[in-house]
């Protein structure tokens, strides 16, 4: 079995900045991509940043120059740094990894959620 927990959510005022962390525990052989995801109510839930195993990072557009994505592989966890947040950066936040277990087999595993919100 395959946990995914985010924490570092919560309300910022536009222009600040938050540190999202996601730490993925179980039966762990490897882990591939690790991804953060966002949906805002009324709209489909979107990819804001990825990093492969590797270091490789990808970015939404909206949020590049912005957001930082980091991965600590020895302890299986992604960071995701917000800076100039703005108001339409509010949604629930994701953590998604792609996890290769004891099974051999690689599955992508979900965290439950992390509220951000972004007001005056």
């Known amino acids: 079995q395959v946990q995914v927990v985010e924490s570092g959510g919560g309300l910022v005022q536009p222009g600040g900045s938050l540190r999202l962390s996601c730490a993925v525990s179980?039966?762990?052989?490897?882990?591939?991509?690790m991804s953060w995801y966002r949906q805002a109510p009324g709209k489909e839930r979107e990819l804001v940043a990825s990093i492969s195993s590797g270091g490789r990072t990808n970015y939404a557009d909206s949020v590049k120059g912005r957001f930082t994505i980091s991965r600590d592989n020895a302890k299986n966890t992604v960071l995701l740094q917000m800076n100039s947040l703005k108001p339409e950066d509010t949604a629930v936040y994701y953590c998604n990894a792609n996890v290769r277990t004891m099974t051999l087999r690689s599955s992508d595993y979900w965290g439950q959620g992390t509220q951000v919100t972004v007001s005056s």
């Open positions: 179980g039966s762990i052989l490897s882990i591939n991509g």
